[in-house]
């Protein structure tokens, strides 16, 4: 009795330091595009450099990564999922008075490194201390990261207001997240039965399973689809001629669409053999979504925003789909790592391509055309990613 005691309340903590770190998940991203158009003002960013600041996560989330399972492996998970929320506590404070765009670009990938580190390393803990609720678990986790994402959408600019319309303080704030998750992960890295199968070496070659790869451009693609809305959709809808503060919520509602859908998403597909159809439908919904826009965004503001809001949730079916393919917690995180570092490698001209293609185009509807098409091949992967397989 006291021994499931004891296991119970261990898994309760670890659900809570779990929650409190996917809460920072997005907050370095979610929180720039409302206030993007301020920024690029005070620090004299061109709209083909903004779309670089829009590529610097998939940058980090690629490169970096792929080093998590090595580190984990050295240092243990927990350890390394602290360090990353060290690091995103000193870029997010750090970056907002650097003065100028290389600087807010450089601290900007100090804080997305430490997200990648932790991005990697948190299925495989799903796994290891919830083998039998994968889905749910991941769905409370995809939700606790939604809130955060929502939160920094939809708050960036009141919050500025109430610092007299000073951008930097109203970003800097958000470090203040970082800073709550630390507590119960110091604790956990300081105990050494918090040590997890995934810190040891697992023999399977992921590169070499097909499972792998599609899982890898499902990743990428519903990335490159999750960037350039956060990156863009603000500016997107302002330049249709709504205010800047609809456009903060209406980028808010693609986010907050995510809390409810990330855990009804997740726990179905759970329990599903196949994913195969879920995944079909989310991008269905996505080229509905972009060609809205396409078309108009003025017109029907609220109904492409919560199209674009459900397509978001390829991001927790993704999650899923990799915790239910590797049959071990190491194999899970070797699959983490090379499906979301291979995947962001994909994602990364994406955000750069939109700016570019709509300075070169003067407008909206050439960059919004190519979102449509990018949808095929996320349905493709998705597909053949959600087939009932494991590595």
């Known amino acids: 009795m006291v021994i499931q005691e004891k296991t119970r309340a261990g898994g309760l903590f670890a659900l809570t330091a779990l929650l409190l770190a996917a809460v920072n998940l997005r907050l370095a991203v979610t929180s720039i595009g409302p206030v993007l158009t301020e920024i ?158 995934s810190d ?17 451009v499902y990743f990428g693609m519903q990335s490159t689809s999750a960037y350039v809305i956060i990156g863009w959709l603000p500016e997107i809808y302002r330049d249709a001629g709504l205010s800047p503060a609809l456009a903060g919520v209406l980028f808010a509602v693609t986010s907050l669409l995510g809390v409810p859908l990330s855990f009804l998403l997740s726990s179905y597909a759970g329990r599903l053999r196949s994913q195969s159809g879920i995944a079909l439908t989310l991008g269905l919904f996505g080229i509905a979504g972009w060609a809205g826009l396409w078309a108009d965004p003025a017109a029907a503001p609220w109904v492409w925003a919560i199209l674009l809001g459900v397509v978001n949730a390829a991001f927790p079916l993704a999650l899923t789909m990799i915790a239910l393919r590797g049959r071990t917690p190491a194999t899970v995180v070797q699959l983490s790592a090379f499906a979301q570092s291979i995947g962001y490698l994909f994602a990364i001209p994406g955000p750069i391509l939109i700016g570019a293609l709509h300075d070169a185009s003067g407008g909206w509807r050439v960059p919004l055309a190519l979102m449509v098409a990018l949808m095929i091949p996320q349905i493709i992967a998705g597909m053949a990613a959600g087939r009932n397989r494991q590595i």
């Not at 959408?153 to 919050?159: C, F, R």
């Open 40 to 197: 690029r003002a005070g620090l004299g960013m061109s709209a083909t450099v903004a779309g670089l600041l829009t590529s610097v996560p998939v940058l980090c989330f690629a490169s970096i990564g792929l080093a998590a399972p090595r580190l984990a492996r050295r240092f243990g998970s927990a350890r390394v999922i602290l360090g990353g929320l060290l690091l995103l506590a000193a870029g997010l404070t750090i970056r907002p008075f650097t003065g100028g765009s290389a600087l807010f670009l450089l601290f900007s990938a100090v804080a997305l490194a430490g997200i990648a580190l932790v991005n990697v390393l948190l299925p495989s803990i799903v796994k290891d201390r919830f083998p039998d609720r994968v889905g749910t678990v991941t769905g409370l986790y995809s939700v606790a990261l939604n809130i955060g994402a929502t939160t920094a959408a939809a708050a960036t600019v009141p919050i500025t207001g109430a610092f007299d319309g000073d951008w930097r303080l109203g970003l800097a704030c958000w470090s203040l997240a970082a800073l709550l998750a630390l507590p119960p992960w110091l604790l956990m890295a300081r105990t050494r039965e918090t040590a997890i199968a």
């Open 200 to 216: 040891t070496p697992s023999a399977v070659r992921v590169s070499r399973h097909p499972v792998a790869w599609a899982l890898a």
